[in-house]
């Protein structure tokens, strides 16, 4: 069973930047796909971007393409979300992802608990 924590959410204003951090733990790491959903108030989970376990390759919502970068620090089990220029529209609870497959899948298997991110104007 795959743990995940997350931890880096808060309180920014408009334009500003935030870093997402994910600790993965009771699985091995480099066998899983990894990545980030958000639920936005009265909506629902949405994909935000993914590290895919082959080949490290990265995959984004459009809505999020140019402002967000994901990145995996794979001897730490550690997977990471800058965000940057942030919008009000990116205010959401940010759930970590990890699923077995080589690609990540719109129903990943592992979710963390998910960490407030607030955009503020």
């Known amino acids: 069973q795959v743990q995940l924590v997350e931890s880096g959410g808060g309180l920014v204003q408009t334009g500003g930047s935030l870093r997402l951090s994910c600790a993965a733990s009771?699985?091995?790491?480099?066998?899983?796909?990894v990545g980030w959903f958000r639920q936005a108030p009265g909506k629902e989970r949405e994909f935000a971007a993914a590290?895919?376990?082959?080949?490290?390759?990265?995959s984004y919502a459009d809505s999020v393409k140019g402002r967000f970068t994901i990145s995996r620090d794979i001897a730490k089990s550690t997977v990471f979300l800058q965000m940057n220029s942030l919008k009000q529209e990116d205010t959401a609870v940010y759930y970590c992802?990890?699923?077995?497959?080589?690609?990540?899948?719109?129903?990943?298997?592992?979710w963390g608990q998910g960490t407030q991110v607030t955009v503020s104007s």
């Open positions: 590290i895919n376990r082959s080949w490290g390759s990265t």
């Open positions: 992802v990890a699923d077995p497959w080589a690609t990540m899948r719109n129903s990943p298997r592992y």
């Open positions: 009771g699985g091995t790491f480099s066998t899983l796909s």
